[in-house]
């Protein structure tokens, strides 16, 4: 199976900061990421997939990059509804696996 | 709007079975594959499997092959995971998440259900 590894675990950040996650895969991916966001006692929500295509209705502050084994989430200004915890998906090969998530918490 | 709703969850005894459902709305269910994904408290997300829009193909991840089945029933607009064999560690929100093609590809999901709970204890 594809591991995915994310970095930080959690994060400290303030309202209006740039953040970054990274989400590092055991394997070449081509761009078959997606980005996920979920807040407590919620379902997670898509934000991103193939990379870096942002899915309808997610606010603009919130892009995608990257492929092959290394990918990124920037939040180009937090928001206070930003404070969650953000998953990447790989879905290059089954079995569909998740990084471990990081927490955006607030500073 | 699209709307995925989970039921079927509570608390059973190891080794029993449990069948968990997804009312699915808002679209037309005999056009997209279906995903069952879960998360332990306080834990990370695991895929469980997914089936093809017609049912022909599924996947399983290898926690759940032999002990888990997922079908879908398109008269009902309704996915199902059927559980035999629990053990505490399938312990878990169980979402039901909709691909947003037909096929059994790997894909990523673009809609979710709310969840239902699943403790397995004695």
């Known amino acids: 199976d594809i591991q995915l590894t994310q970095s930080p675990s959690t994060l400290s950040a303030s309202v209006g900061d740039r953040v970054t996650i990274t989400c590092r895969a055991s394997?070449?991916?081509?761009?078959?990421l997606a980005w996920y966001q979920q807040k407590p006692g919620k379902a997670p929500k898509l934000l991103i997939y193939?990379?870096?295509s942002l899915e309808s209705g997610v606010p603009s502050r919130f892009s995608g990059s990257g492929s092959g084994t290394e990918f990124t989430l920037t939040i180009s200004s937090l928001q206070p509804d930003d404070f969650a915890t953000y998953y990447c998906?790989?879905?290059?090969?089954?079995?569909?696996?998740f990084g471990g998530g990081t927490k955006v918490e607030i500073k | 709007q699209v709307l995925l709703v989970e039921s079927g969850g509570g608390v059973v005894q190891p080794g029993r079975s449990l069948r968990l459902s997804c009312a699915a709305s808002?679209?037309?269910?005999?056009?997209?594959?279906m995903h069952w994904v879960r998360q332990a408290p306080g834990k990370g997300l695991e895929w469980v499997a997914v089936?093809?829009?017609?049912?022909?193909?599924?996947y399983y991840a290898d926690s759940a092959k032999g002990r888990f089945t997922i079908y879908r029933d398109k008269s009902r607009s309704t996915l199902f995971l059927q559980m035999t064999g629990l053990r505490g560690d399938d312990t878990a929100v169980y979402y039901c998440?909709?691909?947003?093609?037909?096929?059994?590809?790997?894909?990523?999901?673009?809609?979710w259900g709310q969840g239902t709970l699943v403790t397995v204890s004695s």
């Open positions: 998440a909709r691909a947003p093609e037909s096929g059994y590809d790997p894909i990523y999901f673009d809609h």
């Open positions: 808002g679209f037309t269910f005999n056009n997209h594959a």
């Open positions: 089936t093809s829009y017609d049912g022909t193909y599924k």
């Open positions: 394997q070449t991916l081509s761009t078959w």
């Open positions: 193939r990379a870096s």
């Open positions: 998906q790989q879905y290059n090969s089954y079995t569909l696996t």
